[in-house]
């Protein structure tokens, strides 16, 4: 019989490798399931968030329900397409460019909510943090983007006969064949920079209209632009993309859910409490916003670990 430290040996060796399998799948561009099951789960929550926001905002606009139709569609399909097949895979790719498009459309009716504000753009910065979230419709399309590139890329057990490139005895000659190959980390690392400003500023001027009443509500704050620096170097050095991006992506990750037990800490203190936690769900601090920002982290993680585009 094994001893029991024989037994843990092994236990981590097990656990060991199968974190090296993921990792070599990410790299090789074997990720699609587990990249449309991210987009999935990551969509209902956008969807919930934006559910509820729209509906502090009465659904004035008939259009307000489109992100949150397509975020349980997207759903669906994201865990669908998990489970392999062509016809989920192509599902996966329409209904994420349908969500991308919903969410930039979204960006647009923030911009013109903002503009038919008292005073527009002239005063910008008291109607951007009273008008509607300016970046949240863009945010929203972070699930999408994560199933569009889960889309093109190939399964774990797909045999390496499946690879365009194997099969074309080229590299690198078009951009889906870099998807496929797990070849994108500057597109992904460029992402992150945008959908980090996107995050950061969300969290900024939510806190702000708290007054920073908690010295933590600072930290996504200063963590945004250290995330956005980190990964804006990745993009010409594989270097920082290798060494510093996949430590400070684990922050954001573990900032964004700290972040979230403290907004759902925030609608507990509320007058009710969990009896009336639909209503204060509600009207409370935004309960899914922290783990949006956590998703930049996970951007960034992903950015860390894929293979370098050819030169």
Not at 18 to 37: S, W
Not at 67 to 80: E, K
Not at 156 to 162: L, T
Request: glycine share 12%.
């Amino acid at each position: 019989m094994q001893s029991f430290a024989e037994q843990n040996r092994s236990a981590a060796a097990t656990v060991e490798g199968e974190f090296q399998a993921i990792y070599d799948d990410i790299r090789e561009g074997r990720f699609e399931r587990g990249l449309a099951l991210m987009a999935g789960l990551s969509s209902i929550l956008s969807g919930l968030e934006v559910g509820y926001e729209h509906y502090r905002a009465g659904y004035g606009n008939p259009i307000m329900y489109s992100p949150v139709l397509l975020s349980g569609v997207l759903t669906g399909v994201g865990i669908w397409a998990s489970f392999g097949g062509k016809a989920g895979r192509k599902a996966l790719r329409i209904t994420s460019a349908i969500t991308l498009l919903d969410s930039v459309t979204g960006f647009c009716f923030h911009i013109r909510g903002i503009q038919r504000k008292p005073g527009g753009w002239r005063i910008p910065i008291v109607n951007i943090v009273m008008g509607p979230p300016i970046f949240a419709p863009l945010l929203f399309g972070t699930s999408a983007y994560l199933g569009l590139l889960g889309s093109y890329m190939r399964r774990g057990d797909a045999p390496e006969s499946d690879n365009i490139a194997a099969r074309q005895g080229a590299i690198g000659t078009n951009w889906k064949q870099e998807l496929r190959e797990g070849r994108f980390q500057k597109h992904v690392a460029a992402v992150t920079v945008f959908w980090s400003f996107f995050s950061g500023f969300e969290a900024c001027y939510s806190h702000y209209k708290n007054n920073f009443k908690y010295k933590v509500q600072w930290t996504p704050v200063l963590l945004t632009p250290v995330l956005m620096a980190t990964a804006a170097a990745s993009i010409p050095s594989r270097t920082v993309a290798k060494k510093i991006l996949p430590a400070v992506s684990i922050v954001t990750i573990a900032n964004g859910s700290i972040g979230f037990y403290y907004h759902a800490r925030g609608i507990v203190r509320r007058p009710g409490g969990l009896k009336k936690w639909i209503y204060n769900v509600m009207y409370g601090p935004p309960i899914f916003a922290p783990l949006l920002f956590a998703a930049c982290g996970t951007l960034g993680l992903l950015a860390s670990i894929l293979r370098r585009e050819p030169k």
